[in-house]
């Protein structure tokens, strides 16, 4: 059906489609905060939000975010500690080191007025194509087409596409569909209203045809027993498992924490002492070995604190804590990674990985004589 594509979107009435979207967009929307404003600053950190995190969890990030960093200017003029200690649990701080480091930018080229170009918005950090569109077409109503992974399925099952949309030919042919059925003059509300119908109604399972606004337009409704095997998927690849030993490293009442490097994986985050174990070594043997390598200082493994398991998007990892005593030695990096030596009750203060932050609160359950929850 591929090659048809084009002559569906002929034959049908666009105006009549484009319409009854628009319609139930407007009954049936969510009522989210960043739908409530055309500023172009709160559509942006909403899109990049979004990008990797539904909506339910992003929420209260959103606002919490929004009541610490309500400009650009409290964004781009905040350090970089403060940013990612609000994201925070959310995952790929990728995404908020580019948010401040392209509000930086922001506050110093264009005196704190996001550009309404977008060009010049893609030309930021973190900003690809998607969320150029987005901004643009949401908060200066530009006539931008946004093609989000909830467009690509929407358009795939419409026009019963049968490529995968990975590759570029059949990427190409998603992007022109999504430029003709464009309501120009109103593709703000019209690229929300297609996401909105991605994420609510046409979801990758299960889709809610009957419910669909669009169903008259559906090829795949039409053609398909089941169009939830639209679009067609790649083969998932085996991901890699790591082992990951961490040393809770206490000196009186103090622990050692270490911070990431600032690019790369998890990058500006603190985390325990440790490394990936790779050889079929003692967990205790490797975490004294390291302590002594990487920072120069001699600890003694106490005992396991807890074990847990944690997914990354092209890893899978086991991290396994254990609880150390501070021999002696001053704690310094190999790589020049910034150490310190902060209260056990500060660790809050300090933005950690998910999986590190778990670590912690078993860590907490065990100083206050209970078990910890986390044993996997
Ligand atoms: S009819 Fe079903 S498959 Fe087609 S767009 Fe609507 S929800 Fe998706």
């Known amino acids: 059906m591929d090659e048809n594509a084009e002559n569906h979107l002929g034959a049908i009435q666009i105006d009549t489609f484009r319409r009854a979207l628009l319609d139930w967009y407007g009954e049936h929307q969510r009522d989210l905060p960043w739908r409530r404003t055309r500023d172009p600053y709160a559509v942006w950190v909403s899109e990049i939000m979004l990008q990797q995190t539904r909506v339910d969890q992003a929420l209260p990030y959103y606002e919490r975010f929004m009541d610490r960093f309500p400009t650009v200017e409290h964004l781009g003029k905040a350090p970089l500690e403060d940013v990612l200690k609000a994201w925070e649990g959310m995952g790929y701080y990728a995404r908020a080191r580019n948010l401040h480091r392209a509000a930086r930018?922001?506050?110093?080229?264009?005196?704190?007025?996001?550009?309404?170009?977008?060009?010049?918005?893609?030309?930021?950090?973190?900003?690809?194509?998607?969320?150029?569109?987005?901004?643009?077409?949401?908060?200066?109503?530009?006539?931008?087409?946004?093609?989000?992974?909830?467009?690509?399925?929407?358009?795939?099952?419409?026009?019963?596409?049968?490529?995968?949309?990975?590759?570029?030919?059949?990427?190409k042919k998603i992007d022109g569909l999504a430029g003709r059925l464009l309501a120009r003059g109103r593709a703000g509300d019209f690229n929300q209203a297609m996401m909105e119908l991605g994420a609510t109604i046409c979801t990758p399972r299960q889709p809610r045809c009957g419910a669909c606004p669009v169903n008259p337009f559906c090829e795949a409704r039409k053609t398909l027993p089941d169009p939830s095997v639209?679009?067609?998927?790649?083969?998932?690849?085996?991901?890699?498992?790591?082992?990951?030993?961490?040393?809770?490293?206490?000196?009186?009442?103090?622990?050692?924490?270490?911070?990431?490097?600032?690019?790369?994986?998890?990058?500006?985050?603190?985390?325990?002492?440790?490394?990936?174990?790779?050889?079929?070594?003692?967990?205790?043997?490797?975490?004294?070995?390291?302590?002594?390598?990487?920072?120069?200082?001699?600890?003694?493994?106490?005992?396991?604190?807890?074990?847990?398991?944690?997914?990354?998007?092209?890893?899978?990892?086991?991290?396994?804590?254990?609880?150390?005593?501070?021999?002696?030695?001053?704690?310094?990096?190999?790589?020049?990674?910034?150490?310190?030596?902060?209260?056990?009750?500060?660790?809050?203060?300090?933005?950690?990985?998910?999986?590190?932050?778990?670590?912690?609160?078993?860590?907490?359950?065990?100083?206050?004589?209970?078990?910890?929850?986390?044993?996997?």
């Open 230 to 376: 639209l679009p067609r998927k790649r083969p998932r690849a085996q991901r890699p498992h790591l082992h990951v030993a961490a040393a809770i490293v206490q000196r009186d009442d103090e622990v050692l924490i270490v911070r990431r490097p600032t690019d790369g994986l998890l990058g500006g985050l603190w985390e325990f002492p440790g490394g990936t174990v790779v050889k079929q070594v003692e967990r205790e043997t490797f975490l004294s070995e390291e302590m002594k390598n990487t920072l120069g200082i001699d600890v003694r493994v106490d005992h396991a604190v807890a074990t847990l398991r944690h997914a990354f998007t092209h890893f899978e990892m086991t991290l396994q804590g254990y609880s150390c005593s501070y021999v002696e030695g001053v704690a310094c990096h190999r790589d020049g990674n910034v150490c310190r030596w902060v209260p056990f009750e500060d660790l809050g203060r300090f933005a950690f990985p998910r999986a590190y932050r778990r670590l912690i609160e078993a860590a907490a359950r065990l100083r206050e004589g209970r078990q910890p929850d986390g044993f996997a």
């Open 105 to 171: 930018r922001v506050v110093v080229e264009y005196g704190g007025r996001i550009p309404e170009d977008p060009a010049r918005i893609s030309d930021l950090a973190g900003i690809g194509p998607y969320t150029a569109a987005a901004i643009s077409s949401i908060a200066f109503g530009r006539d931008c087409p946004v093609v989000d992974g909830n467009v690509v399925r929407v358009l795939s099952r419409l026009f019963h596409l049968t490529g995968n949309p990975a590759t570029s030919a059949a990427r």
